[in-house]
């Protein structure tokens, strides 16, 4: 399926908001360098660029290196569910992972994305050999109690020109949100109702969002329930994440194509680009 690109920009991040580039500036590979990059780095980079300020549950890290300097990465990370990778490609779990960042730097120049993510699929197969990589875009927009746009809508722009296959979307779920628009994480919820390892950590992310501190005796269900209906959280219905399927070798390009089937690519619109712009 060839790509059709609606929009003449590429996404690149900054201190975890969205800026973009034109093709005016054309990615000129010389200098660069694709490599292994320990999970300390990645995460520090993620968490500093990435809106979601969280990180994945890596089974790979890659870089890309502008000189010494980590400009990118890509997280390949362990399905958040078994099912996921036999789902859509009808292989097994073990066979694939799920692409959980892809993080470039404003420094990068406009299709500098699709060079670091060929390489990066060429190590992942050489490192872990994945034969199948899935990866979300999330089509919902969210905002600050403010109104304030704090993410626009994704739609998988670089999967498309990657030549992935859109396989529709998720499932819907409903989602925790803060008062600044960012998603509280499902799995910390479940951390802290189960006093599971990192339980403390999750509570204290959520006590930063705004959440009155846990009463000394207070049980952590109850002190859950409590803040969650406070007016610092809201819940919403998410309609589903757009999912993209890429086989790494010519019979698991075969199995996706026999397990999903494949539809057009979602795109976005001109709305959609000024929202995103606006929110520099």
Do not use: C
Not at 1 to 8: E, I
Not at 179 to 189: I, K
């Amino acid at each position: 399926m060839t790509a059709q690109l609606p929009l003449p920009f590429d996404k690149r991040w900054d201190r975890r908001r969205e800026t973009w580039q034109h093709p005016d500036m054309t990615f000129n590979p010389r200098g660069y360098a694709v490599d292994v990059v320990d999970e300390a780095a990645a995460r520090a980079f993620v968490l500093d660029h990435h809106y979601s300020a969280s990180f994945p549950a890596a089974r790979l890290s890659i870089g890309l290196f502008d000189g010494r300097t980590l400009a990118g990465v890509a997280v390949f990370s362990v399905p958040m569910q078994q099912a996921v990778v036999p789902r859509y490609s009808g292989l097994s779990a073990g066979e694939g992972v799920e692409l959980g960042r892809f993080v470039l730097s404003e420094s990068v120049a406009f299709n500098g994305e699709t060079w670091f993510l060929a390489r990066a699929f060429r190590l992942l197969q050489r490192e872990k050999g994945a034969r199948v990589v899935v990866s979300y875009s999330d089509p919902m927009e969210r905002s600050t109690d403010a109104g304030i746009l704090t993410k626009p809508a994704h739609f998988g722009t670089i999967y498309q020109a990657h030549n992935a296959v859109f396989a529709g979307r998720a499932a819907a779920r409903w989602l925790w949100l803060d008062r600044h628009g960012q998603v509280v994480s499902e799995r910390a919820l479940s951390k802290i109702r189960n006093a599971e390892v990192g339980h403390a950590y999750a509570a204290r992310r959520l006590e930063a969002a705004g959440a009155d501190p846990r009463g000394r005796h207070e049980d952590p269900r109850t002190w859950l329930d409590r803040v969650l209906r406070a007016p610092v959280f809201r819940r919403i219905r998410h309609p589903g994440n757009f999912a993209y399927a890429f086989g790494l070798d010519r019979s698991a390009k075969a199995a996706i194509a026999a397990t999903v089937d494949a539809q057009p690519y979602p795109h976005g619109n001109a709305r959609h680009q000024r929202k995103a712009l606006s929110a520099k």
